[in-house]
């Protein structure tokens, strides 16, 4: 206690950041190392993950949370750190792990990221369909009764999945990005230091999908030096939309449903209406792909421009 409040509060906060990505890091490469020692490599985008391997990535995606958990109970102690730098006490406000704010209005902030999500997937297959890197299978070839049944098996999934994904947004959302605004200023931050915190929790969120990265996991087929550049400039212009819902609910569980809708639903959108016999490459197409930049990059635009991404705007979380 007595080296806490010896020490100044920025250097605290850089050691508390630097332990946290030592060990949310060391977690994803530990969840991996089975997989990397086998060799194991996803060549087809189609390839369904066998359970050796949805079994490390489900203790992967608990990595960043315990590095969470572990900083702020043994390295923060309580020091508030939330994004507006109002302080808050318990893990849980310093995570954020509560409902939206105010109560009256959680339903719809839970709601939103679906519609969010759902919207930009729609929006991203259209533009790759009307470029010609999209294999749509056409409104004819759709069976009304076997996309409902999708649905369903798709909504079933997701909440079965929440828990994994509350694994991840309670590191990158709950504790990086929050503490990064902090170093630089709190919620009256300037623009540089909010563009900073973005682009650093963005890239530090991508790398650590190194391993299945390597492995073929995003972009089946497609050699590491093409894949990890292109999981970056995903990952930068993903996170700011979920940056938006954690801020304007003063939550994580709008982040966690969005991560949870992008990586589940919206990837099986994406083979749900295409040709069942086209080739998919997730490079040209679905969120990770160019189209998904280019809608993503309006959307993140969009969202600057409106001031949506300060913290300053919503207050205290």
Known sequence: MTLLTS?????????GLLVYLVLAYAGMWAAMAPLLADGYQRADAREEVGGLEQLCIGAAMFAPALAALFVVRFVERGRGDDVDGGGGGGVRDALALHWPRPRTRAVRACLLPLGVLGGLTAAV????????SYPFAGFGALDAGAVVAWAVRGVIGMALSLPLFFGEELGWQGFLFPRLVRLGGGAEAGTATLV???LLTGTAFALWHLPPLLMGGQYPGRPWYVAVPAFVVSCVLVLPVFTWLRLRSGSVVPAVLAHTFASSMSVSTVKEFADPDAELDPLTMGLGGWPGWIVLGAFVAFLAFTGRLRPSRYGRG
């Open 7 to 15: 020490t100044p509060p920025s250097a605290g906060r850089r050691r």
């Open 125 to 132: 297959l259209a533009v790759g369909a009307l470029a010609g």
């Open 196 to 198: 900073r915190a973005y």
